[in-house]
């Protein structure tokens, strides 16, 4: 008996009209903090620390989404800054940079006590 063909493959997906598909391969890259305080006093100065992040990482809309989210319960800041500008990636040498920084400098720099 022969063998059956192959499957043809899907179509690929339409995009949506006045989307642009750049083949930008994006960077992820993941930091895990754990702050002092409370989930309340995160939430209270979450904005200014999302700004201490962004300019210690360099990471700048469009080019770079920066997420944060807080585990309830702890205050475990899981950064994830998503970096799509192509190339010698600056945001992951500054997380580097970061993550090599003393605590009480890296507490002093976000505005909020990292343990």
Known sequence: SSPMPPPSPPPPSPLQPG???ESVPAKEITLVLKAGGTVEEYEAKADSI??????????FSPACVLTVTVKAGSVILTVVATDTSGGASQVESAAVVLQTKALDAMSRVLGVTIE
């Open 50 to 59: 999302k700004a201490s992040l962004r300019q210690e990482l360099q990471c």
């Open 19 to 21: 989307a642009v598909n």
